[in-house]
């Protein structure tokens, strides 16, 4: 049944869309899901959202916020995703909803996981609930872009965030990048690390800034670390490879000897500097990682998003081959006039070939402008 979207409709969805925002960061590979209940008499009585990845879903927690079982009789249920119908970490919701005395699920997008895809709100059909879906239904695709980006294409959704002066460099002639933006948007990049399930740099980046890429601004998760290191040739005294959060770093590489030495457990407790991470051996491609083969390889491991705080090598070869999704760019009140160009050789010649973003936002972010848009 097509949406009919009605103002009751829409203030109610958004409560759940409220309601899911709340799972950001804790979820993943799951999507972001809330749940609200309103009785036939129009007064909400039960809410409840997706808090963890494993634990309970939405649809769970907001029957069991319901004091009063009675008033389940001819509810509505809003949900922002379809109720799923398989059995995952938890069982199915669809089958939990269907055993209600509910009247209508208003649901606000489908979900595109193969599991689930329609066969949801089939089974609810089935049992005699109405079954509304599309309400608000662009609101919710935005939600959960990093969920429908790994269900439909099998690699994470990648977000490449770059610093530049306002002339375009993001290092100085002597390679020296600290600080070029504000403490505030430095605050917004350790708020963004919460969010993603990794943070993604590149070899050079790693040796000349030795960084940890972990939350100290703000409350959060620690992302996944991925370092990409053709050669696997970084020092394992590096932070990335020898602090407290070695084991969420991963080294993806093309040297079949290196990682087939860490692959072996006892070889690799053998050795000086023993890494507790995890190594990924891709091909090698014009004399560099396969970054296409590390982004698949990353998806199967349930890896939805990745923020991408690489240098211009990195960045360049990201947009060049197509694997960029959305960009973060800070732009500084600033002047070099020589360095280290935040971009090179992105495979582009001609005015006719100009990659043009697309949902463009300004956000001034304490001095510095952040341009946000989509390729």
């Known amino acids: 049944m097509a949406s009919s979207n009605t103002p009751s409709d829409s203030y109610w969805m958004q409560q759940a869309l409220t309601l899911a925002k709340k799972g950001k960061g804790y979820v993943s590979p799951n999507p972001m899901v809330g749940c609200v209940i309103v009785s036939k008499e129009g007064e909400k009585i039960g809410e409840g959202y997706h808090k963890s990845f494993g634990k309970a879903h939405a649809e769970v927690n907001a029957v069991e916020s319901v004091q009063n079982r009675k008033e389940l009789k001819d509810a509505s249920v809003y949900v922002t995703l379809e109720p799923c119908s398989h059995y995952g970490k938890t069982p199915p919701c669809a089958e939990m909803l269907g055993k209600l005395p509910i009247k209508k699920v208003i649901v606000a997008m489908p979900d595109p996981n193969p599991a689930v895809n329609g066969k949801g709100i089939l089974h609810l059909r089935n049992k005699g609930i109405e079954v509304e879906v599309g309400v608000l239904k662009h609101e919710a ?7 429908i980006h790994h ?9 490449l965030k770059m610093a530049q002066t306002a002339d375009g460099f993001l290092a100085a002639a002597d390679g020296e990048s600290q600080w070029i933006t504000g403490k505030q948007s430095r605050k917004l990049v350790h708020k963004w690390r919460t969010e993603y399930d990794a943070v993604l740099v590149g070899r050079t980046t790693v040796m000349v800034d030795n960084p940890s890429l972990t939350v100290r601004h703000v409350s959060g998760r620690q992302p996944q670390r991925i370092v990409i290191d053709g050669p696997y040739e970084l020092p394992k005294e590096l932070n990335l490879f020898s602090d407290k959060f070695e084991e969420k770093t991963t080294i993806i590489t093309w040297n079949k000897e290196a990682s087939a030495t860490d692959a072996d457990p006892m070889l690799k407790v053998m050795q000086q500097n023993y890494f507790r991470g995890e190594v990924l051996q891709v091909s090698k491609v014009d004399g560099h990682a396969d970054l296409r083969q ?8 349930g890896i939805s998003s990745i923020l991408v705080e690489g240098g211009q090598q990195l960045s360049s070869a990201l947009i060049r081959q197509g694997l960029v999704d959305k960009l973060e760019l800070f732009i500084a009140p600033k002047l070099l006039g020589a360095g280290t160009r935040s971009l090179i050789n992105i495979g582009i ?8 973003l697309k949902e463009v936002k300004w956000t001034q972010v304490g001095n510095d402008m952040l341009l946000t848009g989509y390729f």
């Open 141 to 147: 695709e935005e939600l959960n872009e990093f969920f």
């Open 349 to 356: 010649d001609k005015m006719k070939e100009i990659a043009e």
């Open 294 to 301: 590390a982004l698949k390889l990353l998806g199967e491991k």
């Open 151 to 159: 269900q439909t294409f099998g690699r994470p959704f990648i977000t």
